[in-house]
């Protein structure tokens, strides 16, 4: 498993984790880089189908990112976002697969550091569950 | 049974035409400008939902025959989603209301308008095994349904079972009507029971010249005793499903055998999107696309994305699932997606302490939130 290089796909806002994502680049902190990033506008635009698109064509992990409560650009779509990621989870759970693969997490502009700990944190974990089974599927 | 022998005939349009008498009633006296009813289509042996202005075109009618063709939760919200000039009323099964309350809250109907005569519920059969009962017996069976619900059994047909859904269904009488027709422990001579539930059933029962009747005595024991062997049955066919789907392999197992024709989608009655993501430009994917995936996997199963749609179509409406089992029957291989969406809806359901259909006022989970809940915070 030491080979193992987790593959991570971020979707992430464009107010809050994207300028977050872009602070920790221009502030020279070190992640792994096993994360590829989208920029939505808003946690809220995430369509449950996004993440199991990216599962199902054999993402290891994702990452959801918004604004914290109460910040949201667009004032509650990060809270809409709780809620599907949330029966996403419990979802995924059911059917055998770890929600722990699934990560929604709130990272401001100003949280640069964050946003590395959470990739580092991911990949980590990722490492411990080894490669997304439904990567040997034929089912896509 | 021969139909010759089935008792007299009298008896028989008696208890059928209690039903119609009301219903009738309605049109005749203007209460209503028109009524969606399920009606035998003569010369064929099947049952349809109508939508009837004249009160002489009736005839054929027969809400009690144990068969859904589909959910009229769907047509209800045709009628009604516009506010159309002009009221009906609508004669539905419990597992019909559920979906058009949750239509509703979807803002696909309007009630204003529209008076829902929930009926008493013994169950369905599939359509091919109506058919065949049918068949068998020369004739409709609403007599021996009838019969079995006023002694409050549930009927039973040597050789065909009711669609599962109903054998594991919670609701055998409905909810948030205007009107009850109450079947169970009805006197089976004289039909059903015709009862005001609000202030507009009853206007619309005072206007038909219809007496309210009273709830038949042993009624709250036979559905307390339905209610529990069906939730006792779902429980344990639920579970041993959830055994079933519990990894990724056993869900890939048991749908192997979807083709991705959709028609679980085009059945289900919460389904209401016009356009559906799966029919959209999204799904038209590049030539291309299909050998870079083979590539990649070195096998793919074709038509790709079987599993992404069942998961997605669980993401998007599970929440709001009523169970009424069209999908499973719209399943032309027959596979299990009702069994997969009250598994995984009833927890789902669960997280929000949601149950859908339960009640108009009730905020389906994906239109609101709370600040707070769930996690993160």
Same mark, same amino acid.
């Given at each position: 498993m030491?080979?193992?290089d987790p593959?991570?796909?971020?979707?992430?806002?464009?107010?809050?984790?994207y300028a977050?994502?872009?602070?920790?680049?221009?502030?020279?902190?070190q992640?792994?880089?096993?994360?590829?990033?989208?920029?939505l506008m808003?946690?809220?635009s995430v369509?449950?189908?996004?993440?199991?698109?990216s599962?199902?064509e054999?993402a290891?992990g994702?990452?959801?990112g918004?604004?914290?409560?109460g910040?949201?650009?667009?004032?509650?779509?990060n809270?809409?976002a709780r809620?599907?990621?949330a029966?996403?989870?419990?979802?995924l759970?059911q059917?055998?697969?770890?929600?722990?693969?699934?990560v929604?997490?709130w990272?401001s502009?100003? @949280?640069?550091k964050?946003?590395?700990?959470?990739?580092? @944190?991911?990949?980590?974990?990722l490492?411990?569950?080894g490669?997304n089974p439904?990567?040997?599927r034929?089912q896509? | 049974m021969?139909?010759a022998?089935?008792?007299?005939?009298?008896?028989r349009?008696n208890?059928?035409?209690?039903?119609v008498e009301f219903?009738?009633?309605l049109?005749?006296?203007?209460?209503?400008?028109?009524v969606?009813?399920?009606?035998?289509?003569?010369g064929a042996?099947?049952?349809?939902?109508?939508?009837?202005?004249d !009160?002489?075109r009736l005839?054929?009618?027969?809400?009690v025959?144990?068969v859904?063709m589909s959910?009229?939760a769907?047509?209800?919200?045709?009628?009604?989603f516009?506010?159309?000039?002009g009221?009906i009323?609508?004669v539905?099964?419990?597992?019909?209301?559920?979906?058009?309350?949750?239509?509703?809250?979807?803002?696909q109907a309007?009630?204003?308008?529209?008076?829902?005569?929930?009926?008493?519920? !013994?169950?369905t059969?599939?359509?091919?095994?109506?058919?065949q009962?049918?068949?068998?017996?020369g004739?409709?069976i609403?007599e021996?349904?009838?019969e079995s619900?006023?002694?409050?059994?549930?009927? &039973?047909?040597?050789?065909?079972e009711?669609?599962?859904?109903c054998?594991i269904?919670?609701?055998?009488?409905?909810?948030?009507?205007?009107?009850?027709?109450a079947l169970w422990g009805?006197?089976?001579s004289s039909?059903?029971?015709i009862?005001?539930?609000?202030e507009?059933?009853r206007?619309?029962?005072?206007?038909?010249?219809?007496?309210?009747g009273?709830?038949p005595?042993?009624?709250?024991?036979i559905?307390e005793?339905i209610?529990s062997?069906r939730s006792?049955r779902?429980?344990?066919?639920?579970?041993?499903f959830?055994q079933?789907?519990?990894s990724?392999e056993?869900?890939?197992d048991?749908?192997a055998?979807?083709?991705k024709?959709?028609?679980c989608r085009a059945?289900c009655p919460i389904?209401?999107?016009?356009?559906?993501?799966?029919c959209?430009?999204?799904?038209?994917h590049?030539?291309?696309?299909?050998?870079k995936?083979a590539r990649?996997?070195?096998i793919?199963?074709?038509?790709v994305?079987?599993?992404l749609?069942h998961l997605?179509?669980?993401n998007?409406?599970?929440?709001?699932?009523?169970g009424?089992?069209?999908?499973? &029957?719209a399943?032309?291989?027959?596979? !299990?997606?009702m069994?997969?969406f009250?598994?995984?809806? &009833?927890?789902?359901?669960r997280?929000?302490?949601?149950?859908?259909?339960?009640?108009?006022?009730?905020?389906p989970?994906?239109?609101t939130?709370r600040e707070d809940?769930?996690e993160?915070?």
């Open positions: 030491s080979d193992f593959k991570i796909l971020g979707f992430v806002c464009n107010w809050c984790t977050g994502a872009d602070l920790a680049g221009t502030s020279r902190i992640y792994p880089p096993n994360i590829r990033i989208v920029r808003c946690s809220g369509d449950p189908l996004y993440v199991l698109k599962l199902l054999g290891d994702v990452l959801i918004g604004c914290h409560p910040d949201c650009h667009y004032t509650n779509g809270y809409k809620r599907r990621i029966i996403l989870k419990s979802i759970r059917i055998g697969l770890e929600d722990e693969r699934v929604l997490r990272i502009a100003s @949280e640069g964050r946003f590395a700990d959470t990739v580092t @944190e991911m990949v980590g974990k490492k411990e569950l490669p439904l990567r040997e034929w896509i | 021969n139909p022998e089935a008792g007299p005939q009298v008896e349009r208890a059928t035409a209690a039903c219903v009738q009633a049109l005749e006296r203007k209460v209503v400008e028109a969606l009813v399920p009606q035998h289509v003569p042996k099947v049952v349809v939902q109508t939508l009837v202005t !009160p002489s005839e054929d009618v027969d809400p025959a144990p859904l959910n009229s769907t047509m209800v919200s045709s009628l009604s516009q506010a159309p000039k009221r009323a609508a539905m099964r419990p597992c019909e209301i559920n979906a058009l309350v949750e239509l509703v809250k979807f803002k309007n009630l204003d308008d529209v008076i829902v005569i929930g009926i008493d519920c !013994p169950g059969y599939e359509p091919k095994d109506y058919m009962i049918i068949t068998a017996h004739g409709p609403s021996q349904v009838f619900l006023s002694q409050g059994e549930t009927p &039973s047909f040597d050789g065909y009711l669609r599962e859904a054998r269904c919670e609701h055998p009488s409905p909810a948030n009507c205007q009107i009850l027709m009805a006197d089976f039909g059903p029971v009862v005001p539930v609000d507009k059933g206007e619309a029962v005072d206007k038909a010249g219809f007496q309210s009273n709830l005595a042993h009624r709250q024991q559905l005793k209610t062997e006792a779902g429980q344990k066919i639920l579970e041993q959830a079933r789907i519990g990724i056993g869900l890939v048991e749908f055998a979807c083709k024709c959709m028609n059945e389904c209401y999107c016009r356009e559906c993501i799966f959209s430009p999204t799904f038209v590049e030539s291309n696309k299909y050998l995936w990649q996997r070195k793919i199963k074709m038509p994305e079987t599993l749609f997605t179509r669980l998007h409406m599970v929440t709001s699932c009523v009424c089992g069209q999908c499973s &029957s399943c032309p291989n027959g596979l !299990p997606v069994e997969l009250r598994t995984i809806g &009833s927890n789902v359901q997280i929000f302490d949601y149950v859908p259909g339960r009640s108009l006022e009730e905020e989970p994906f239109t939130f809940e769930l993160p915070r």
